[in-house]
């Protein structure tokens, strides 16, 4: 198909450029959608840095390492063993440390 080089062209901003009644429709519509927040209920969730934590309970299980697992020496995480790039002297290194 032969282009025509010399014809004006539409950029994606002209494409994407609505009328002026669209546009106004939609601040009618965002303006219904508004939802009423506490914000004392926002903030119970969040924790302060350097907040004191001494008397929270851990609340997840946590297990020991399986036997199809290892940590990594580098990075002190613990990896599924597909997870094992390469061994250095004994040490194991995950793919992500390599």
């Known amino acids: 198909m032969a282009t025509d080089y010399d014809s004006p062209r539409k950029t994606d901003e002209d494409i994407n450029e609505d009328s002026l009644q669209e546009l106004q429709a939609r601040r009618v519509d965002k ?9 004392d209920e926002v903030n ?6 350097g907040a ?3 008397g929270e309970e851990l609340a997840v299980r946590v297990l020991p390492r399986q036997a199809d697992e290892f940590t990594c020496s580098r990075c002190f995480l ?4 597909s997870q094992l790039a390469e061994e250095r002297n004994g040490q194991l290194v995950c793919k992500e440390c390599v």
């Open 78 to 81: 613990v990896h599924h063993r």
């Open 44 to 49: 119970e969730g969040l924790e302060l840095p």
């Open 31 to 39: 303006g219904t959608g508004t939802i009423d927040v506490d914000p």
């Open 52 to 54: 004191d934590l001494s």
